[in-house]
């Protein structure tokens, strides 16, 4: 028996599904992101999953959300086509980079950095206001400088499982001038491609609740345009300032299991 069957059916499972999902699209069409740092903890909490396969699940539920996000930005103009699929080719060669190295880097040096890394964004966020103004024009070092970024997001999305909306829409404001619109827009569009290469991957490994994945990306859709909508009436500032906590709530998340570990691994040296 998989791991997605052992989840018991039943209408305790069904509404966690909807709940989950109806959150997880309200924050990937307001934030930009994929949603799955709200579906995965959520799904161990309330539905028992391991993390394995919250994680999968999650994977296969960001597709239909992310593209119902990109199709509510891009009728604002707000989607860098080009810029998303140098972002997304990247991604995928990154994760690929990031699996391999998961297994000889320590998880809990990585984590403490990548909470690092996202305390320095949150201040970021307070001092660099994009403007809505703002666009993305490519050109040779731009290009490279996307491919660079997206390799990076893939890495990151390989060690940690962390979306890559949490890297690339701060990293598109702050390094290549976006605005915070088309940055969640081009966000968006480039975890589709990722999104769907890992959900291939992990049907193969049986390590995805299809019907779980389903419910909840159903249930996503109907709250994204929302949160887009939300977004584009938000003032840039007003925006920024619900991204770091955002963002401070995904590194709390993160410092806690970095501390877990560290208890974990210290019990089992004194055990020996």
Known sequence: MTPAERVARGPRFYTACIGVGLAAGLLSGLFGVGGGTVIVPLLVLFLGFDQRLAAGTSLAAIVPTASVGVISYALTGSVAWIPAL??????VIGAQIGSWLLARIPQNALRWGFVGFLLVVIVM???VVPSREATLELSWGI???LAGLGLFTGIMAG???VGGGVIVVPALMFLFGTSDLIAKGTSLLMMIPTAISGTIGNARRRNVDLVAAAVVGVAACTTTALGALIATILDPLAGNILFAAFLTFIGAQMAVRAVRAHRSARAKRADA
Do not use: R, Y
């Open 125 to 127: 966020l307070f001092i």
């Open 86 to 91: 140098i972002l997304a080719a990247g991604a």
């Open 143 to 145: 290009g490279f400088g």
């Open 159 to 161: 060690l940690l499982g």
